[in-house]
Structures are given as C-alpha cells and as structure tokens.
C-alpha cells in the first residue's frame, strides 16, 4: 500500500501535536514496514525539525506564511464586520490548500490529515477538493474552539461560519477520526452522525526523538518525586492539586521527609502559584523544559507523574502526554472532573481523582504516596491501551472499515 500523511507540525519540542504525529508516523511504519509512506509538511514556523529521524520514504517540507498582507488585513476589517466571516481565514486556507491540491492522490491507497493548534487549518483547506475522498482526517482536538472544554471563547458569527466549512469537509471526506472516545461521540453529534467518527488514540514512540540533551535537568534530591511538566489552562484543577499535597506535608513526616513536587509550569498564572508556595521547600515551581530534558526528568527523576485533564466539569479529549507516561509504567496520577476520557481507561481508580473534591484529592494522593515510599514496581496504569498491538488493530481496522 501507499500511504500519504498530510502534516502542520512534526516539531521535537513545544507541542504535544509534534510528539504525537511524529510518533503516529513511527507505529505506521511499524505496522507496515515495506509500504511507501510519504509525507506533505506544511509548516508554519522555521525551526529545526530533525526529520531525518522519521521513518518515512519521502517528506515534502513547505514554509506557510500566515502574516497577512496589507489588502488583506483591510478586506478582514470589512468582512468581519459587516458580512461576518473571515477573509483572513480564506488567506490562510488558500495558503495550505494550494500545495495539498497539487498532490496526485490516484497514487495513494490511503490519505492521513493531520492538523495542529486550535485552528485546524490542513483540514479547513481541503473543502472542495480530490483528495477528500481519500482523506482521514484526524481531529486532535474539538472543532470549533467554542466546543473546547475549558476555553472562554465566544460564539461569534464568524465562528458559525467556519463551523459551516468544517461540516462540509467532514461529509465530503472518506473517514474521520479524533483521539479520544468521548470526542467521537460528541463530533458524530455536532456534524450531525450523518459519518460515523473512529477513535485513534495519541501514541508515543521514542524512536523519532533525539533524547540526549539533558544539560538543563534537576538532580534527584528525594526518595520519591511527584512531577508536572504541562499548561495549567483550560479549567485543569492546579490548585486543589498543590493545596492537597502541601497539607500532606505539613501534616505527614514521611511525606514531608521523603518526598518533594517538581512542577514544570506554562500558561495560568504561574507568579501566583509561586508566590502562594513559597514557603513550602517540598514544592519547586519551574520553568518549562525541552522535550528531551522534560523526557528524561519525567523518566528518571519522578516517580510519581501527574496528569491534569481540562475541566471543570467535563473533558472529551485524550492529553497528549498519556501515552508518553504510560510508556514509563510508573505511577500516573490523574486531577480530572467528573466526566473525561481517562476516567474510562484507568480501571484502578485508585489513580484518578476528582480535581474539585480536595479531600477525595487528598485521600487518593496520600496513598499513592505512601505506598511509592514503601514500595516501587512497574505500573500500567492504562491497561496496554497505548499498546503497539491496540494501535495495529485500530488502524487496520480504520483503514479496512466502511465509512
């Protein structure tokens, strides 16, 4: 077979996007390893991407400018206003549109679109063209930003128009995919169920990473180490987390002896965090790290990792860090709310906390602990959902299944 992947970001570091599509790549190729894979990346910055480490047969790079011009920042000024839809967006679209049109589809069996950030720009450039009857597209967050858990965004018209783009792409192409369950759900209802959404999971492969830069680590300076490496946007209950472990220290000896918390900090207001800690030598607010320091902390340094999911009150997408933590089989302990995708994969709840019930945050922490303190041992807190094996089974299962 002959495979496509449509890419917007393949970067090693500042993204969980570039992780994770660089990592889909790799189990592709594992999968199948005498099939042409080829890649089309469309990228919006001008960094280092290292792509001679991905197991691909050919890559085809192009630079997207998404400064505007000046006649068409003046055209947006009076579209926005007064028709109510971007011309800003249709800039942006043509931009990426022009390169994907010029791909010769009848050579590929299959099609992959993979997009980044919170714009989708790969998938919005496809409306009306070939390739869409082969496309998979894959959305890695819920489109529009107004569905995204967490954000403040409002329902504006132009908003509404774009959503109008994104329904028509997704009832012209072949599948859709996202990467969460509860996100398949929720988009099957949004367009309507008129296509059914599949579920493929983030993935992680260290194999298309350079992991050897390790100069800005910390020592380990406890028997056990919590550690947070992410943003604390998006309703993610950062502060029920820390006001729970800083009264384990100050009521537990053997937590405040044995144990410290490396949190690695972006977005929200990480001054304030700071300031309210400051006291607490068991807590270390940081400054966020490269991916290959961060891997190495996580991996060596933390034995008990967290994750916090988007809330308050429901999170339909998978974190791009799980598969990562999960392949440690370490420790993993999940803030999330009521309702969210981990909640339906880690089966030992014991792992899994509710982020705004401080004292079931207390409770399941204490014991995480403690029991870390008497004794550590490989953990799989997912169950082998991150597997190579699930992953085999699920794209075959795409690709062969009807739309």
């Known amino acids: 077979m002959r495979f496509l992947i449509i890419a917007q970001d393949l970067r090693i570091s500042g993204t969980s996007e570039g992780v994770v599509s660089r990592s889909f790549i790799a189990k592709l190729r594992r999968v199948y390893p005498n099939d042409i894979i080829d890649v089309?990346?469309?990228?919006?910055?001008?960094?280092?991407?290292?792509?001679?480490?991905?197991?691909?047969?050919?890559?085809?790079?192009?630079?997207?400018?998404?400064?505007?011009?000046?006649?068409?920042k003046w055209i947006n000024r009076f579209t926005r206003r007064v028709l109510k839809f971007s011309w800003y967006d249709r800039f942006i679209h043509k931009s990426y549109g022009k390169h994907i049109k010029a791909i010769d589809d009848k050579q590929y069996d299959h099609v992959f679109i993979r997009s980044a950030g919170l714009n989708h720009e790969t998938i919005l450039a496809l409306k009306d063209l070939p390739i869409l009857k082969k496309a998979i597209i894959n959305f890695h967050d819920p489109y529009p930003f107004f569905w995204y858990q967490g954000s403040k965004k409002e329902l504006e018209k132009d908003e509404l128009t774009r959503f109008k783009v994104m329904y028509q792409v997704v009832s012209q192409a072949k599948k859709c995919i996202t990467t969460a369950n509860k996100m398949s759900h929720d988009l099957e209802f949004l367009y309507g169920s008129r296509k059914q959404f599949y579920t493929l999971p983030h993935q992680f492969s260290e194999t298309v990473f350079d992991l050897t830069d390790v100069e800005y680590t910390l020592p380990k300076n406890k028997r056990i180490t919590l550690s947070y490496h992410g943003s604390i946007q998006f309703g993610r209950q950062i502060d029920n987390l820390l006001a729970a472990y800083d009264f384990l220290v100050k009521t537990n000896s053997k937590i405040k002896e044995e144990t410290d918390f490396v949190l690695r900090l972006a977005g929200g207001d990480v001054k304030g965090l700071k300031k309210k800690y400051i006291n607490n030598p068991n807590i270390s607010i940081l400054h966020t790290l490269n991916f290959s320091n961060s891997c190495y902390e996580q991996k060596y340094i933390a034995d008990i990792n967290i994750i916090l999911e988007n809330g308050p009150l429901y999170c339909n997408i998978l974190v791009g860090k799980a598969p990562f933590l999960a392949s440690l089989q370490k420790p993993i302990f999940c803030v999330s709310p009521k309702r969210s995708e981990l909640?339906?994969?880690v089966k030992d709840k014991r792992y899994i906390a509710t982020g705004n019930d401080l004292e079931e945050v207390k409770a399941k922490l204490k014991k995480i602990i403690l029991h870390s303190i008497e004794k550590q041992e490989p953990v799989d807190v997912f169950n082998g959902y991150f597997s190579d094996n699930n992953f085999k089974s699920t794209i075959e299962n795409i690709i062969k299944s009807g739309t």
């Open 40 to 72: 089309l990346y469309l990228k919006n910055h001008k960094n280092e991407d290292q792509l001679e480490l991905l197991p691909v047969n050919s890559i085809d790079v192009h630079v997207i400018n998404l400064k505007p011009t000046f006649l068409v």
């Open 343 to 345: 909640r339906d994969l």
